[in-house]
């Protein structure tokens, strides 16, 4: 993290625990760079005094003496109001942000404030304000920046210097305050935007593991620290802070991923957002949204996009404000050949957002989200035609479509000086359909006359999320507690059965086709959640401060429908065709608990620990899917443990860093193993069936732990009027990490290493600009890494499979590079710059299954402009 990030071309240097974003509240923060606390409301009797503390606490404001400055930010050039503009307060830490008439409000204990205030397209201004009376209004007027600055000036000017940040202790109505969280801001990056290439955009998040298995970027699969990357499901994903993912619960995998040419930033919060955001070990992912221009009432940014493979892109979005209300929109529309053979995808992607001030401590904001993309599948590969042919595709009539709609309407009300109310009702209709040809021989030949095997899934849920956080005084000191509620209720349905023998995206059931076809079942999953957390900031003294948290979970997850089992002989000729209903309820009421710790023993360097637990309900759907690569165990069960961190940030000169170690107990870990297959019949007889399968049950109790570190070096910093600008930054984030199964009751896995976790998972790089080119290349490497609790090897003469062994290390370079003329702006670069060949993946289902290949070098140019 670069903590000298606010520098501007002024030489205003911001502390280190600043990041500007709209919604800071003026009493947050007292006298210090960061959120203070008092005396834990648990400290009470409860539940009497605890209930009259709070009652009190939400009415009463500081009784000590309390400054006000009204502040009114205009334009010198037109003398109108700037709205959106930041002003960070160095008495009380904190930034503020002006309203539609262009007045902010700030209240302090202090005689006097000194001011850094910054707003888009002027320059940067400090003001020293000392009060002469209690109630004092000061109007300060900006001057435009000149329209011919030079990028880099310009990166500067919009505090846009440092491509990874962190969140403040306190944001709007949440508390971060203890915990490692990691804020990629996207207009700091020269990146391949166009094709959301994760590779780099999150160069600077610790510990990620990422498959990378197309090159348009349709669904994004991260994972960290042992957890499993397939389509984010370790993470509870959101945008604009509402849940994205098919099921939370029961199925929480994300097949929609915003695009980044439409976002402003992506916050990662680790293991420790389990209390605020839900139970997940890998903490959450939210995709911030760009806001409205409160400047303007129309703005228009396209962006065009050509690359190798028929890659085109096309990224049109309209915003501004109108009185009261302002917009955000845009359509984003994707279509190649893909990399391999029989892997071309069409997508169309569509954003609203609106909000209206109702007043102004009061707003109201509404938004929509639909995509829609059609996608065939290459299929996977053995090991043996991966070295024979990394790019070969003997897959012809796999499909995949999603459908995926989102709503959300938010209330964001400050109810006095002192205390901030949002509501969030979010819903999402959404559709995910698959066809093609299975099965665990990988090499085997597609009988273009049989049927496919057809998996469709429906999700319908709805929620709402309430939070009011509050700042009071107990004694000396400030405190800021946050308590929350939230309903989530989703109703899906899951159908698998025969597909057409045909050859095109038809998802059509051929059940009257082809009557006996072993997979078949239909199912729906009701699941009920209801969840209370709060978390407290406790100050013990102005440095060092405590914050606990709770979250009551309950959870209630349910199956209901049938599934057919046919046996055959052994010329293939169905015996018994019995139907089965299923019906499934798992109750349960879990209460987490975790707290963190933060030390500033100055404003360039900070301590920070937390321990939270985490759980993750097991998943329905999983089990009643039937995949010819791997069978589930009917009776898995949820997995629990806890997450902890412990590190330091801060910065020396021109050196930014950050270190923690981590530790991750997980309970019951949810895997697979390589197991004789046995076979049930109607009688409950078990007959071993002589082959090896790969079975997906609760492994066992496992322990994932490491090292991870951000250098961040500015080698070259000149901003001077004589010449052109430029400036050079180099990187280094590594994680170590290393992992073992403790207990198991399948032979042979204790003692074993955890799948998914490379030992050394390194990204370096450099980020450059003179004048107005910029530019990034960087290097990834990651170890070789199991992907069975077995710890199989990898063999590369293997032409069954391609699902079962090791990935083998690999490193990928990237250079992308961006240059500004007028209101145009011109991208291009390489990904895969040396033509690497590797994999990241062995899929055990779609898109696979086998091996997944990863993309070869591609280019890719964009023309951009804004009006």
């Known amino acids: ?214 090159d348009a970027g349709l669904q994004l699969s991260i994972g960290g620290r042992g957890l499993d990357p397939n389509r984010s499901a370790s993470f509870n994903t959101r945008q604009n802070g509402y849940d994205i993912s098919a099921d939370v619960l029961g199925y929480p995998e994300s097949y929609y991923t915003p695009p980044a040419e439409a976002l402003s930033e992506i916050q990662v919060i680790r293991g420790a957002a389990s209390l605020q955001y839900g139970t997940q070990f890998g903490g959450l992912i939210n995709f911030v949204f760009r806001k409205p221009n409160p400047r303007k009432k129309i703005e228009l940014t396209s962006r065009q996009t050509v690359g190798s493979n028929g890659l085109l892109t096309s990224f049109n979005a309209l915003n501004g404000t109108v009185g009261k209300l302002g917009y955000y929109g845009y359509f984003n529309y994707k279509r190649g050949n893909g990399f391999r053979p029989n892997s071309g995808f069409d997508s169309r992607n569509a954003y609203l957002h609106l909000d209206y001030e109702v007043a102004e401590n009061s707003k109201i904001s509404f938004e929509y989200t639909y995509l ?39 209330w964001d009300h400050k109810l ?88 095109g995206a038809d998802f059509q059931l051929a059940t009257n086709e082809f009557p006996t076809f072993p997979n078949q079942s239909a199912f729906t999953f009701p699941n009920r959640n209801v969840a209370i957390f709060g978390e407290h900031i406790l100050y013990l003294t102005d440095k060092l401060s405590l914050t606990p948290g709770i979250r009551y979970e309950y959870i209630n997850t349910s199956s209901e429908g049938t599934f057919r089992r046919i046996d055959f002989d052994l010329a293939g000729n169905p015996i018994r065709d019995n139907e089965f209903t299923d019906n499934r309820e798992f109750a349960r009421n879990k209460i987490l608990l975790g707290i963190g710790l933060s030390y500033l023993p100055s404003e360039q360097l900070e301590f920070f620990a937390n321990i939270s637990q985490n759980y993750r309900s097991v998943t329905f759907n999983d089990i009643r899917t039937v995949n010819p690569s791997f069978q589930v165990d009917p009776n898995i069960q949820d997995e629990s443990g806890f ?104 032979a042979g896995v204790a003692g074993k290493e955890v799948e998914f976790i490379p030992l050394l998972n390194l990204k370096t790089g450099l980020r450059f600009g003179y004048g107005n080119l910029l530019g990034s290349v960087q290097y990834t490497y990651l170890s070789s890494q199991f992907t069975d609790a077995s710890n199989a090897p990898q063999d590369q003469r293997d032409n069954q499979s391609g699902i079962v062994g090791e990935i083998p ?32 993946r062995r899929a055990t289902g779609y898109p696979g299954p086998g091996i997944i290949s990863s993309a070869p070098r591609v280019f890719y140019f964009t023309v951009a402009i804004t009006l």
């Not at 993309?373 to 796999?398: C, H, K, V």
């Not at 021109?654 to 390589?674: H, P």
């Not at 690999?810 to 895969?832: C, H, I, P, Q, T």
Request: proline content about 3%; some cysteine.
């Open 809 to 840: 290390a690999y490193g990928v370079m990237d250079l992308s590079l961006s240059y500004r003329w007028r209101k145009f702006s011109f991208e291009s670069g390489a990904n895969n710059l040396l033509d690497q060949v590797y994999f990241t």
């Open 643 to 746: 997450t902890v961190d412990a590190g330091v940030r801060g910065n020396i000169n021109q050196l930014s860093y950050t270190a923690n170690v981590f530790g991750i107990r997980y309970n019951g870990r949810l895997g697979e193993v390589l197991t004789p297959e046995v076979r049930v019949n109607a009688a409950g007889t078990e007959t071993p069936t002589g082959r090896i399968i790969r079975l997906r049950n609760n492994i066992g109790n496992a322990f994932m732990y490491g090292l991870e570190t951000l250098l961040e070096y500015r080698l070259l910093d000149n901003k001077t009027e004589r010449g052109a600008p430029y400036t050079v930054t180099a990187f280094a984030n590594t994680s170590l990490t290393r992992s073992e199964y403790l207990s198991s009751d399948i």
């Open 416 to 503: 006095n000086d002192r205390t901030n109310l949002s509501i969030s009702f979010f819903a999402l209709d959404a559709a995910r359909k698959a066809i093609g040809f299975r099965t665990n021989r990988v090499s085997q030949v597609d009988n273009l006359s049989a049927p496919r095997d057809l998996i469709a899934g429906k999700f319908n849920n709805w929620g709402a999320e309430a939070r009011v956080l509050h700042r009071y005084k107990l004694g000396e000191r400030s405190a800021v507690f946050l308590l929350g509620a939230k309903y989530y209720r989703a109703d899906n349905a899951a159908i698998q059965g025969p597909g057409t023998n045909g050859s």
């Open 372 to 410: 829609d993309y059609l996608a065939q599948q290459a299929g996977g590969l053995t090991d043996a035609q991966f070295y024979a042919d990394p790019f070969q595709s003997n897959r012809t009539r796999n499909w995949f479509e999603v459908d995926w709609q989102l709503y959300n309407l938010r």
């Open 1 to 214: 993290m670069d903590y000298s990030r606010n520098r501007t071309a002024s030489n205003v240097c911001l502390p280190s625990n600043v990041k500007f974003s709209q919604g800071e509240h003026p009493c947050d923060n007292p006298g210090r760079g960061r959120a203070e606390s008092g005396i834990s409301p648990s400290q009470a009797q409860w539940p009497a005094r605890a209930l009259t503390l709070l009652f009190l606490t939400l009415l009463c404001t500081c009784v000590s003496a309390q400054n006000t400055l009204t502040l009114t930010i205009q334009s010198r050039k037109t003398n109108q109001p700037l709205a959106a503009t930041e002003i960070f307060a160095q008495e009380t830490g904190q930034v503020y942000t002006t309203g539609r008439k262009g007045v902010a409000t700030i209240v302090t204990e202090s005689p006097t404030l000194t001011l850094t205030i910054l707003a888009t397209g002027f320059s940067s201004r400090q003001e020293i304000i000392t009060f002469s009376q209690p109630g004092q209004t000061v109007t300060i007027q900006m001057v435009p920046l000149q329209l011919d600055l030079a990028a880099v000036t310009v990166l500067a000017e919009g505090k846009k210097k440092a491509s990874l940040t962190r969140l403040r202790a306190v944001e709007g109505t949440a508390i971060y305050a203890g915990k490692k969280t990691e804020v990629v801001r996207l207009d700091a990056l020269t990146v391949n935007l166009a094709s959301n290439q994760a590779r780099q955009i999150y160069a600077e998040v610790s510990g990620l593991n990422i498959y990378e298995s197309d």
